[in-house]
């Protein structure tokens, strides 16, 4: 690489973290970085450190200097980033590098799964969304963030079983396992002390317990099993409305989607198929057809 190589970037931002990777001319894949999270809705201020520093450690992770960020072209598929007045804050923003874009999170990995071409995507990890790519167009489905939806995501099983955890310490339903779960794993044992801990979570910290409630469910923890099964009718419905009408087939990403695929139904299974790439693909893909990248 010399100073003339044209380098670009795909950014993948969440409520977990934010994944940048570096390309070159020929869309290779030179090195990644990865920073903290990137809910532009959330924490705006956050994301653009994010954004910045996981771009600087894939720089790193390339053998390149900080200075060589002035020259990148990069896209970027952010959470929350086509709420109107977010939009409107990232557009103003005055950015480290050559050229900056952002659009949703689900346009760059619906993109980028079904390799540029049509096709529907669930993602399951701290938040919960769907979408279709259909005539140049996004149309999502859910998605409406921690406190009015993300149902079935990492976010909402934490949260559901913390309130389930509550009720059980207050005598309204039998303690469980996944109570005994709750409280462990928080190193607590009141109700006060849960509510102290976790009255200002963040979705992060309560997706954190997503995987045990799915593992407990998976051993018939009926309340964990009540919970995943709830969420997973959600994501199921979801995905069906997203696929209504269409031949459209449907990628699963998120860090939770091959924990929750199990309890989906025949009828949607059958139309599931592996990404071709990942939403940073999507993303430095996107950069070339900017009329997609438009929230």
């Known amino acids: 690489m010399t100073n003339n190589t044209p380098l670009y970037v795909g950014i ?6 934010c994944s940048a990777i570096l390309f070159n001319a020929k869309g290779a894949v030179l090195s990644q970085g990865i920073a903290g999270s990137a809910n532009a809705a959330r924490d705006f201020s956050n994301t653009l450190v994010s954004i910045v520093e996981s771009v600087r ?10 200075d060589s960020m002035a020259g990148l072209q990069v896209g970027a ?7 109107p007045s977010v939009n409107s804050q990232l557009k103003s923003w005055k950015h480290p590098f050559a050229s900056f874009s952002a659009t949703s999170d689900l346009m760059t990995a619906c993109y980028g799964a079904h390799g540029g071409n049509e096709g529907a995507l669930l993602i399951v990890g701290t938040g919960s969304s769907a979408a279709r790519m259909q005539n140049n167009k996004l149309t999502q489905f859910g998605g409406h963030g921690f406190v009015l939806g993300d149902k079935g995501s990492g976010a909402w099983f934490g949260r559901a079983a913390v309130a389930s955890t509550l009720e059980a310490l207050d005598g309204l339903i ?9 409280l ?27 995987p045990d409630i799915i593992e407990l469910a998976l051993l018939h923890d009926l309340s964990a099993l009540n919970l995943v099964k709830e969420g997973a009718a959600y994501l199921d419905k ?17 860090g939770l989607a091959p924990s929750i695929e199990h309890w989906f139904s025949p ?29």
Request: one cysteine or more.
């Open 184 to 210: 462990n794993k928080l190193g607590l044992n009141s109700s006060a002390a849960l509510v102290q801990t976790m009255i200002n979570a963040s979705p992060s910290q309560f997706a954190t317990l997503a």
């Open 267 to 295: 009828e949607l299974r059958q139309r599931i198929v592996k990404a071709q790439a990942g939403p940073e693909w999507g993303a430095m893909r996107l950069l070339q057809t900017p009329e997609l990248m438009a929230c």
């Open 12 to 17: 993948d931002g969440g409520g977990s973290k």
């Open 174 to 182: 039998p303690l469980s396992d996944l109570h005994d779960m709750v």
């Open 77 to 83: 598929g952010l959470a929350g980033a086509c709420v």
């Open 57 to 66: 450690l894939a720089l790193i992770n390339a053998g390149l200097g900080s």
């Open 238 to 254: 979801l995905c069906l409305r997203t696929l209504h009408g269409t031949s459209l087939s449907m990628v699963l990403m998120g």
